[in-house]
């Protein structure tokens, strides 16, 4: 929907009774589930809950345990509606879904069926998979640097000479003075230490001084973190993972997680992975291609960000 599109009727009387609402169009939008506390497993995501307003104002929520909050729910904008459109000739009443509200209730099961059973299979994962931080250092493919500033030169291996890559602080972005921070590897790496503690997996279009997604040339890696799963932990879903995309790094940030930055896979895998690993305690804003993550060899306080495990070739 057009953010300039003036407001229908309907759209009023959802945001009146329910709160504010995203709007997909002028006959769908999603909200916060009125029965949100109710749900079983909790996500950030913003589509959960879907209104329809073509025909009979309706309101959907995949989830089964807010059930009643939906009844409720679907009973109040319907009053309101009636309300409102009284003598407009406008359904009201229950009626047979249509098929777009259909696939949407079917599509939304699915993707809470796979994050029930990603949540479920999560001790048997780790279990499989235990590793160790100290495991992995000892069994990286490259052997890892002593003194940790000498990470930042092995790191920019993860990227070929001529590739566009952003270097900075978090608000490094968005101006022209900015444009500093996109150079080449080759440029990057005349310098003898990180300059700065971020870094981007993806590379980015030649004259480029803003870190957005529609800056970014390529969405070169994957990173994986988590900040409530302790380190060995993210560990053994590093390994669980690197049996389906490859692994090529894993950075300790100096702080209580790690960043595994795996090959991004194809589109496909992605949107599962969009789905999984939220459900088993990874970090979904590390999806977004252009979302800053650390780089090895810098300083954060009083610490250097490390490299854990490396296998991420040669391109000096």
């Known amino acids: 929907m057009n953010p300039t599109q003036e407001k ?60 009643e909050e939906i009844e409720t729910a679907n009973r109040e904008l319907r009053h309101a509606s009636r309300q409102a459109e009284a003598g407009k000739g406008f359904p009201t009443c229950k009626k047979k879904l249509t098929v777009e509200q259909r696939a ?21 994962l780790l279990k499989q998979n235990a590793w160790t931080t100290e495991q992995a250092r000892t069994e ?35 101006e022209a003075r900015h444009a500093q921070h996109f150079q080449t590897t080759t440029a990057w790496r005349q310098l003898p230490h990180a300059p700065y503690p971020f870094t981007c997996p993806s590379i980015f279009k030649a004259g480029a001084y803003s870190r957005s997604n529609e800056s970014v ?14 380190k060995a932990d993210m560990c053994s879903v590093f390994r669980w993972l690197n049996n389906s995309i490859k692994l090529r790094a894993i950075v300790d940030t100096a702080g209580r997680s790690l960043h595994g930055w795996f090959e991004c896979p194809d589109q496909k895998f992605l949107d599962e992975l969009k789905i999984i690993l939220p459900a088993m305690g990874c970090d979904p804003a590390l999806f977004k291609p252009s979302q800053p993550c650390r780089m090895a060899g810098a300083w954060r306080e009083k610490k250097i960000q490390s490299l854990v495990w490396f296998d991420g070739g040669s391109h000096a």
């Not at 949407?104 to 048997?124: D, F, G, I, L, Y």
């Not at 952003?166 to 972005?173: E, I, K, L, P, Q």
């Not at 040339?217 to 799963?229: G, I, N, Q």
Request: charge should be negative; aromatic fraction near 10%.
């Open 8 to 67: 229908s009727s309907r759209q009023k009387i959802v945001e009146d009774v329910f709160g504010a609402a995203l709007w997909e169009s002028s006959a769908k939008g999603f909200i916060k589930c009125p029965g949100y506390e109710q749900h079983t497993t909790q996500s950030s995501s913003t589509r959960e809950c879907a209104v329809f307003l073509d025909e009979v104002p309706t309101v959907f929520c995949f989830h089964q345990s807010c059930a």
């Open 104 to 124: 949407w209730q079917k599509e939304q099961r699915r993707v809470q069926a796979m994050r029930v059973r990603a949540a479920a299979c999560m001790p048997m």
């Open 140 to 174: 990286s493919p490259i052997p890892i640097p002593e003194n940790p500033l000498e990470h930042w030169s092995l790191s920019l291996n993860l990227f070929e000479a001529d590739e566009i890559i952003w270097v900075g602080n978090t608000f490094d972005s968005g």
């Open 217 to 230: 040339l390529a969405h070169k890696f994957l990173v994986v973190e988590s900040d409530t799963l302790p």
